[in-house]
């Protein structure tokens, strides 16, 4: 008896890797008191890029709401919160001075289009598939470390439905950003 428990231990703790294994694509999440955060990930720029784009939302809880003020990811030399809005035709960004607010029971979707953090002067580079460790900072729930997933847009929308080839780092207008 004992033994065939043993193995149905073994037979889960298996199963549990493959799951872990599945893919640094699968969606992840973490909690704080105030808020949700679903799939921190990070877009793979076109090569010799000097900056890029990550992506996650957020969630307030029921009857909670917080501020999401700053966030860090040590792969890049600085980072800022941004909006994307259309000007004429041309897509621009601009810094959100004072973070993101999230409302209880809603849900913020930072995505390629629209809000981002914005990576300048990355210090690496970005490889599909790999981690980068960030720091989230919020209002009230403080500092919470999340992992990037490193992805390319079309791993990152499939099953998403489309949402256009925005290419950041291009030719896109930046402002407030005294890039050099
Ligand atoms: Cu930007």
Redesign the pocket.
């Known amino acids: 008896m004992q033994m065939s428990a043993r193995r149905i231990v073994a037979a889960l703790a298996l199963v549990a890797m493959a799951f872990f294994s599945a893919g640094a694509s699968s969606a992840h999440e973490y909690e704080t008191d105030t808020v949700k955060i679903g799939h921190p990930w990070l877009r793979v720029p076109p090569p010799g890029a000097t900056?890029a784009?990550a992506y996650l939302s957020l969630t307030g809880k029921d009857g909670k709401d917080d501020r999401l003020v700053s966030v860090s990811i040590p792969v890049a030399e600085r980072t800022?919160l941004?909006t994307?809005t259309m000007d004429g035709g041309v897509m621009k960004?601009r810094p959100l001075e004072n973070g993101i607010e999230i409302e209880a029971g809603k849900t913020v979707e930072l995505k390629p289009g629209g809000m981002?953090v914005?990576l300048i002067g990355l210090t690496r580079p970005i490889v599909d598939g790999e981690r980068a460790k960030g720091l989230l900072t919020f209002e009230k729930a403080g500092e919470i470390e999340v992992e990037f997933v490193m992805q390319t847009m079309k791993d990152a929308m499939s099953g998403e439905g489309q949402h256009g080839g925005m290419q950041?780092g291009g030719d896109?207008k930046?402002e407030g950003?005294g890039m050099k």
């Open positions: 900056v784009a800022e941004h994307m960004m981002h914005m950041h896109m930046h950003h």
